[in-house]
């Protein structure tokens, strides 16, 4: 910056006595002032661009156009630049995505405006400054030379890296094309990228790598592979060591470093065609890409489905920082907020960040670390900032003599990751950051260190599997470790035979059940920090199953065993891109510590896709990510509650489907009156949610007699027996004895409750309804004896599908039904019989309400966007009288009642459940 400084002075000095005539001066003026920054070449502004104004639909000329970058308007000296600002904001429409600036540049020879069409709302987006002052203001053009002012997450900045994906997607499939060997395509990929991004961003001359590009290779791209080849060997080597002859452009690239341009490859065959693809490349602005996004995008031009869905699946930033700043950002700027005024303070901040590691156990292409390492260099330059205010810029700049003085250091970001692709990727990324993040320290400081050559990376770990690998070997001993990312996500049901091994090996366990592919990574960490020398913090985003259902006591158990506490988390959300047609999956973020008496936080959605409302923990967070007692729950055989009656699944036809009579042979078996009167209505989930018409034929009492007499039935019964000897299953062909009967049979003989078993996620109360014995229940329905409809009060309470939700397990994203971790772990307080009787009453009230309208269906009553206003007052009336059976007073909320559930559960089963607490579980 100090070079563009003095080279703006001179410019300012050049034009002081100019007229200012728009007509002759301009594209001289414009010429000048892009070569301050160093922008030479013809190519990179277009001067006297037409374009169709917006307005008018008139022709217009804009004065300069730098793609991607400005547009530049002249006047002739005196005249009104606000009006030149309207005319060059009339002319965007016209331009092309490629071409659509961030920023509008308007001058009258005198004076200069610089409006940024991305700023942040806190931020002024407009500056103005007098030509004679530009030394003073250089660093508000510095975009120009490569020099980003970034805002994490803009707009721009996402579209520029998906565009900048799709540019090097096009040129993989020209070398996969070519039959070039794919690690040889991945690294000779991975330097292309660097050598774009460094060409606009200021790492080296702006456009070197363009004009060699345009000017030593031929218009056939037959010289373009060796020629490529040997300029990055070239730049693996330091001046001194290369040959004396070299042409005069290539010496001019600097010795790079780090490992990019080391490996000698095979030398890639090129056409006409991929030359073009490259220069096109060239076009683009590589410095408004955001390594982080960038990365996760270029992971997947490898995949030619990935490449037609690039821009949909990637990880946002914010997402990556509900993992981190609760974790160690949140404390670092509260330090430093609170050390404004104090200079020792701010010194030992960064002292203390300086001793800081970081591992991502899965990092994938590195954007948790690309994340983690810019936010920590940014806030390092607040420290240096404030420490210039406090002490004069001597005082900032006097600790920085090189990198080896930033207490941020890549060195200290570690990552594993199977594949090298990806890990490639991070480390070039991590560069990438790195070199932004000088810029911005020049920017602000006038000093900062250089990029080149490059800090090699040799601390991300490839081709190795985080669950088979030795973390102590992977980072050293330390006690200000942390460990976070974002692992696979794969269920139980889809984990393959050798990742469920790689369970079992790292749990030291042969029943691993349930357990998630991602619990292996907390195993992981537990095994780490119980090493000598290792103390710190860990965090998982992970798909929400691990806190509910039967994986949460296996999971859970040993983590608090070890000591540890939950420090923060996010409760259930769509882990997603903001892409349109992103996939999303519903996960959580679980963040361990230590320190009992730090505040911990609770993040809470009112939808999967809202933002996260954060709540300090009054007493602690437990592993259902509840502000409540440290309780694990499982499976019981028998209700928690001596007042809840068992429940039990329904009976299991086992038939072949010839007990079951469907609408379009009702007819058919209603006709025969010796089949007729065995007709009964029968149910299964869909059934029950959404009133289908559906029978079977319930022969319990029937009469031989009657199957003699009746075609209907002797058919039926020879298919089922038929059916039933057929099975490979010895308990089925057993069954073929009586093949009148339902395989398994559990029918109530007094009124039940039916309950699916799954519910509706959006669904605000469950679909359970109050039936008749006379219906007989499959096995796809739970049934609940309820002779006077307390259960079926129970179960329509808002008190019992939160529970459901919490400590249920899922299928897919809807609650899973179970009567053994839901219904019989639900901690039902001991009740009054006038507390009962008004529960009771509740429960009548809904079926009441139900009743108003016959013809709906469950689905359709419980439809969040259209429920009936009757039957809305009825269940929150059934609310509040269950919501007093547990204590509750006055319109409880969802954390109230959650509170309310787990106390009430830990009085059930204490000393059981309750965790014996040391103060590290606390």
Known sequence: ???????????????????????????????????????????????????????????????????????IEMKSAGRDLEQAERQALDYLNALTDAEMPRWVITS???????????????????????ISEFALNADRLAFFAGYGVRQFGSQHQEQASIDAARLMAGLWEELEGTGYSDHEASVFLVRTLFALYADDAGVWERDLFYEFLETRTAEDGSDLGSQLSFLYQVMARRPEERQRNLDELIARFPYVNGGVFTETLSIPAFDASMRSRLLAACEFNWSAISPAIFGSLFQAVKDKRARRELGEHYTTETNILK????????????????????????????????KMRFLDPACGCGNFLVVAYREMRSLDLQVLTRLQELGGREAAAGMLFDAED?????????????????????????????????????????????????????????????????????????????????????????????????????????????????????????????????????????????????????????????????????????????????????CVVVGFDKHPRRAAWLFDYKTLRGEPERHAVSERINPYLVDGPNVLI????????????????????????????????HAEVAADPFAAKYLRRFIMGKELINNLPRWCLWLVDLEPADVQRSPVLRARLDAVRAFRLDSRAASTRQMAETPHLFGQRSQPDVPYVGIPKVFAEARRWATCELLGPEVVAGDKVYTCKDPDGFAFAVFSSSAFILWQKTVGGRLKSDPSFSNTIVWNTLPMPPVTDGQRSSIIAGGDAVLEARRLHPARSLAEHYNPLSMSPDLLRAHRALDAAVDRAFGLRGGADEQGRLRALFTAYAKHESPQAELRLTPGRR
């Open 406 to 586: 930033l207490p941020v250091r890549l060195e200290n970001f570690h990552g594993i990751e199977i594949e090298e692709w990806p890990a490639r990727i991070a480390a070039t990324a991590l560069h990438l950051v790195e070199h932004q993040a000088n810029q911005a320290m020049e920017l602000a400081l006038g000093v900062g260190p250089d990029t080149l050559p490059l800090e090699k990376v040799d601390t991300i770990h490839a081709n190795e599997s985080a669950l088979t690998l030795d973390w102590t070997g992977v980072v050293p001993p330390t006690e200000n470790l942390y460990v976070f990312g974002n692992p696979p996500f794969l269920g139980h049901a889809t984990r393959t035979p050798e990742q469920a091994d790689e369970l079992r090996l790292v749990w030291h366990r042969d029943d691993i059940g349930r357990l998630d592919y991602v619990t292996g990574w907390y195993a992981k960490a537990l095994q780490l920090f119980a090493k000598p020398g290792y103390a710190g913090e860990f965090a998982f985003v992970s798909t929400n199953s691990i806190t509910q259902g039967e994986p949460v006591p296996a999971l859970f158990r040993p983590v608090l065993d070890a000591g540890w506490r939950v420090k923060f988390a996010h409760r259930t959300f769509a882990w997603t891109s903001e892409a349109p047609g992103a996939a999303a999956v519903h």
């Open 323 to 354: 993992v981190i700043e609760p974790m160690f950002l949140d404390d670092l700027r509260d330090r430093f907020a609170h050390s404004q005024h104090d200079t020792k303070a701010l010194r030992k901040l960064r002292t203390d960040m300086g």
């Open 1 to 71: 910056m100090n070079e563009i400084r003095t080279r703006a002075a001179q410019f300012a000095l050049d034009w002081r006595d100019s007229p200012g005539d728009e007509r002759q001066d301009a594209q001289s003026f414009v010429r000048d002032l892009l070569g301050v920054y160093g922008i030479t070449k013809t190519r990179a502004a277009l001067y006297e661009k037409r374009v169709t104004r917006a307005s008018t639909a008139g022709r217009g000329y804009i004065d300069a156009l730098v793609p991607g970058v400005a547009v």
């Open 108 to 130: 009258d020879f005198r004076q200069m405006r610089v409006l940024d069409l991305d700023a942040p709302t806190e931020v002024d987006p407009l500056a103005e400054f007098p």
């Open 634 to 665: 499982e499976q019981r055989r028998e209700p928690l509650s001596p007042q809840l009656p068992a429940v039990t699944m329904g009976s299991m036809p086992r038939d072949g489907g010839h007990l079951i009579i469907g609408p379009d042979e």
